[in-house]
């Protein structure tokens, strides 16, 4: 911990697409950052720009076992978030998140850190009210391939209320809609990494069903700034708070915009829907609104602009492998 009014900030999952842009942004606000990973699905190349800073610190560690260390702030996001990943070693996906998330709150008691959960839209299921408010529990499948991460994730906002309600914990529960930008993992089957790459280099876009399910995407600097706001909000703002982009758009909209984008002439191809894809998918932002004074900022064509930028640095200059 350090005197004054920069702060020691530990964020697990930092290795990963969303924590290494939060540590970047964390080390430009002058704060101490202590970047916590397993490499699971993360990858030093996400912060090798950040090893020599004199304020960076990388510990390869899992939030499953116990860590004992001096922090102020703890932004919590350890877990693999995309299907693919996630559901291949699903009980490893559910101690991530409910292992982690006792280790985390244990930690944060112990220091007295204000500690941020990186929840999901995924807490919603397949949804049956839209726009989906944070008063709307949602419609989870509790034994399905996605219930590892729903439930996990779900179980693990249970933790941070009671952790609040009876050991006083700061806590600040933030549910993450589709994000997307450059540092997308480029094999872990997401939408819109998937189209992009499948775009550049020429493969067919595979669609799943008729691409007729809907998906609100926001670009990864809004998703930081809404971190962030956050987390420095009053105390008695605990969330849970949606953080998306309210512009819903099929999944076909998206294949078509981004093959308008890059000027592929990959095909269109279809595949079965995965299991309990959620039909609909869209945040009412109303509180972010309202108690941070948040809204994104960043069109779809000015985000999937940069992220194209960065596949294509991907695959031309540093010839990455994707499968
Ligand atoms: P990501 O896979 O790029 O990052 C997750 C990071 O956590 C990786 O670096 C991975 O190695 C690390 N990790 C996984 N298990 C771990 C463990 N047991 N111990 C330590 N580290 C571990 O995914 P992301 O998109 O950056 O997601 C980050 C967080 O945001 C996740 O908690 C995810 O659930 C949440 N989220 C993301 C989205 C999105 O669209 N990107 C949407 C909703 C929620
Ligand atoms: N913990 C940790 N670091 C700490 C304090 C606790 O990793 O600095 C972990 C530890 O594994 C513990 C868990 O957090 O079991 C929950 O801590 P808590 O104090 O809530 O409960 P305990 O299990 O210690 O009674
Ligand atoms: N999807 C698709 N083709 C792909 C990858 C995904 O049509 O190559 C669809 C998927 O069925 C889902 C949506 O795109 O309806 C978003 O999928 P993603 O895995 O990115 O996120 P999530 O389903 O977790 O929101």
């Given at each position: 911990m350090r005197l004054g009014t920069s702060k020691t900030c530990l964020v697990t999952g930092g290795a990963g697409f969303l924590g290494s842009h939060l540590c970047e942004r964390l080390l430009e606000q002058g704060h101490e950052v202590i970047c916590l990973d397993n490499l699971f699905t993360g990858s030093r190349r996400n912060i090798e720009h950040l090893m020599d800073h004199p304020r960076f610190e990388f510990q390869r560690h899992d939030v499953t076992f116990p860590l004992y260390i001096e922090v102020d702030e703890i932004y919590n996001f350890a877990c693999p978030a995309s299907p693919i990943h996630y559901q291949h070693d699903p009980v490893q996906t559910t101690k991530t998140s409910v292992h982690g998330a006792i280790n985390m709150l244990g930690l944060a008691k112990r220091v007295r850190a204000k500690i941020l959960q990186a929840s999901t839209s995924e807490v919603y299921g397949d949804p049956q009210i839209h726009p989906q408010p944070e008063e709307y529990w949602g419609h989870v499948?509790?034994?399905?391939?996605r219930s590892c991460y729903d439930e996990g994730k779900r179980c693990a906002e249970t933790l941070f209320f009671d952790y609040h309600r009876q050991h006083n914990l700061r806590i600040k529960v933030m549910r993450i809609f589709n994000t997307y930008g450059?540092?997308?993992?480029?094999?872990?089957?997401r939408v819109v990494s998937n189209f992009i790459v499948q775009a550049l280099t020429g493969k067919p876009i595979t669609l799943y069903g008729e691409g007729t399910q809907t998906r609100s995407f926001g670009y990864v600097d809004d998703l930081i700034d809404g971190a962030l706001r956050l987390m420095n909000s009053p105390d008695d703002i605990t969330g849970p708070i949606n953080i998306g982009n309210p512009v819903e758009t099929t999944v076909r909209a998206l294949a078509e915009k981004v093959i308008d984008m890059t000027g592929s002439s990959s095909p269109i191809v279809y595949k079965p829907l995965p299991?309990?894809?959620?039909m609909q998918r869209c945040p009412d932002i109303t509180r972010a609104k309202t108690l941070l004074g948040w809204q994104p900022n960043t069109q779809l064509e000015q985000g999937l602009a940069k992220t194209i930028a960065y596949f294509e640095h991907l695959l031309k200059v540093e010839k990455i492998e994707i499968a």
């Open positions: 499948n509790p034994i399905g391939y450059p540092r997308m993992h480029p094999n872990d089957g299991h309990d894809d959620p």
